[in-house]
């Protein structure tokens, strides 16, 4: 034969053998003895790992999961030298149409017997421990006071004496219970593991990390749980771990000698770890569900560079150092913390086609790491001269990027942890989010940290119901608490005009796209751009109620967007923003709160909707607000059919002459079949209701006081500006140079909230109080100003007007 042809054979048994691939197949009902194959399959997805990394085939790697529980004695960890390839990618996937299910927890088959009072009590194995109890699939409410509500809007039920000492006395020893309160402003929540009690009968306790701002939790919406003397309403249950007793108060119609009773053990369920010189690459996980993953909310303290957020790195699916990893068409249900976290170095992670659904944290987190960041900041401010104010973007590469969340349904997360979201983004870059429903939770749908690094996508999705449980947020919220924001040293009004003028785009150095979206917030602002949100590009938005935006920042464009019954709410900007509004749809004037004329770059060519008026008119009320608006106009926008959402313009609309474009009003949210089909989505407004009025007790008049014009902090808008807790205080509107007041140091934006040391929560006690004080005595002012506290020290005696 000659060598030609011995070569083609050769080549042609390669060819043969790298087309094979190797299946492998795990059931609960196999033996890890076994061959690994369909008719003899594997018990434990462990075992198949361990054939997977065997197998010498040059082609994919399949390990099918037939139907039923794996719960796992440890966490499933996939290491780099469980990569596949491109050309020969690792799967663990669901068999057929058969529902594995991957498991944190245990199943408990315990012998059930009545305690008292409705109350079922059993013997648990030793070493029992677990922090949540699943009856038949559902997770149970540990006892808690007070009792659990699923009407209630804070915790599903809050009461003001939660831990009280007169509640307490009830309790012979609460150690271990745990307190839950929203944070003082509202601004996410605290969680605390209680100690004891002191010899007054005090509760004893330790926690409250989980916010940057730790002004303190809520003397309101608090509540307990894991208190036995407080296992009293149907569904509730205590472990006592002393005696090995697990109690249960069985809701009507569940049979104790056939529920299905699961404990959890893991926080973890599957890990995938390597790094970015080694990192994990081409493995997917397909058509699981995980579920029983032990609250990790004691364990949430790491601060997040200057936002109000902390995080805990970890999740039920957690990824560090992977490169084209997958989670695909699974369901990640009543996970105690985060379903999905993705640390530090991923590159093109995709979530695609999944189902996040009651999560105790964040749905999908993609954080990165602070030593990536030039310059990082988790509190207070910096000087110019102590920064780089030169080199953009990163300085390593150890954070998520090009990664996507798509076609995903996320709802009903943050069920224990409120500074939470479906999407959270921190120092990261490129991240997609694309197709996504999201809804019914506690803050925002999707929040961007900060402005490391830019160049997200968000698009095509549907985020509504959100900020249900907190304050001053918005469906989609973003920070920019970048090296240039607060800085030290530098004119922030001007520095767009001189040679800092790239300084604002050093971190966010790509634009971030919000565009197609669907947004209604009812607690807030449909889109929030807040505290330095800087280079970004919205456009074809439809806003259903809370509108958008934007707070100081730099480089934003806002375009071809609409605001039903709401309008455009810049807040606080710098002269030199170089902001662009234009060619937007507003139901209501615009919702300046100090901003300087003109407005930022260009303010021009917007309609203001105005339901029959057929003859566009010029729109003088928001070209006098703006000191721009030369083309804008007044008119109905002619919606094709506004009561059933869609909100197009018809041809001849005065709207197309602006330049606005119409954009699809049939593609937001997912669109995967099975999950369209339980997907919901939000309320559209009532034809001609026009915009809400906000509702506040306070009286708004402008008086003067010290020779400024002052008035009450009212309402949400002036709320979020200043950064307050909530409307309370007075604020400065103008301090006149040469005033009383600017000669003691205040000025425009100041928010007076004492005054000689007592509360001024309005200029009547304001009044009160200065007038308490004699001619020529000094009088300290506790003033708020750039979300800090400060004092200044005016002369008492003032009888100006």
Known sequence: MRCSSIASVLLACVVATAALGADFYVSPAGSDSGAGTKDAPFATVARAQKAVRASKAAEAKTVYLRGGTYYLPETLVFAPEDSGTKAA?????????????????????????????????????????????????????????????????????????AFSKERAARWADPKGGYIHAMHRAMWGGFHYVITGKDDKGAVTYEGGWQNNRRMGMHDKFRFVENIFEELDAPGEWFLNAKTRTLYFYPPQGVDMAKAVVEGVRLRHL????????????????????????????????????????????????????????????????????????????????????????????????FVGDPKAVRNPLFDGSQSIKDIDAKTSGPQTDNYPADCTVEDCLICQTGRVEKQTAPVQIAMSQGITVRHCSLYDVPRAGINIGDGCWGGHVIEFCDIFDTVKETGDHGSFNSWGRDRYWGLKGVDLNTITAGGLKNLPLLDAATATTLRNNRWRCDHGWDIDLDDGSTNYHIYNNLCLNGGIKLREGFYRVCENNIMVNSSFNPHVWYKGSQDVFRRNIVFAPYKPIRVPQPWGKECDYNLLQKPGQKEPSPAAG????????????????????????????????????????????????????????????????????????????????????????????????????????????????????????????????????????????????????????????????????????????????????
């Open 89 to 161: 990618p690792v799967t663990y996937a669901a068999f057929e149409n058969e529902q594995p299910v991957i498991s944190g927890g245990m199943r408990l088959d315990l012998q059930w017997k009545p305690y008292k009072d409705g109350i079922w009590q059993a013997v648990v194995p030793e070493g029992t421990q677990t922090d949540q109890l699943f009856v038949s699939g559902e997770r149970q409410p540990m006892a808690r006071y007070p009792n659990f509500d699923p009407n209630s809007q804070y915790f599903n039920g809050w009461a003001a004496d």
């Open 270 to 365: 599957v890990e995938f770890r390597g790094t970015d010189k080694q990192p994990v690459k081409f493995v997917t996980l397909r058509g699981l569900t995980f579920r029983h993953a032990a609250r990790t909310f004691m364990d949430n303290k790491e601060p997040l560079l200057r936002s109000d957020w902390t995080t805990y790195r970890g999740g039920a699916i957690f990824l560090t150092g992977t490169e084209d990893c997958a989670v695909l068409d699974s369901f990640v249900d009543q996970v105690g913390g985060n379903a999905i976290f993705a640390s530090n170095y991923n590159r093109r992670l995709a979530v695609r086609g999944c189902h996040i659904a009651k999560a105790g944290g964040n749905g999908v987190a």
């Open 622 to 801: 928001l070209a006098k607000q703006s000191g721009l608006d030369e083309h804008s106009v007044e008119a109905d926008a002619l919606f094709i059919d506004a009561a059933k959402g869609d909100y197009r313009v018809a041809d001849g609309s005065p709207a197309l002459k602006l330049g606005f474009k119409n954009f699809p009003m049939d593609q937001f949210g997912v669109q995967k079949p099975d999950l369209k089909k339980i997907a919901r989505t939000p309320a559209l407004p009532s034809a001609g209701s026009g915009p809400a009025a906000e509702k506040s007790s306070r009286i708004g008049r402008v008086q003067v006081w010290l020779g400024a014009a002052v008035k009450n902090i009212v309402g949400m808008g002036e709320v979020s500006a200043s950064g307050l807790p909530g409307e309370v205080g007075v604020l400065i509107v103008e301090a006149p140079a040469g005033s009383p007041a600017a000669k003691a140091g205040l000025r425009a934006g100041d928010v007076i909230l004492q005054c000689g040391g007592k509360a001024t929560d309005d200029f009547k006690t304001l009044l009160r109080e200065y007038g308490a004080a004699k001619a020529g005595q000094k009088v300290p002012l506790s003033v708020f100003r750039n979300q800090k506290s400060e004092t200044v020290t005016v002369e008492g005696g003032w009888k100006g007007q």
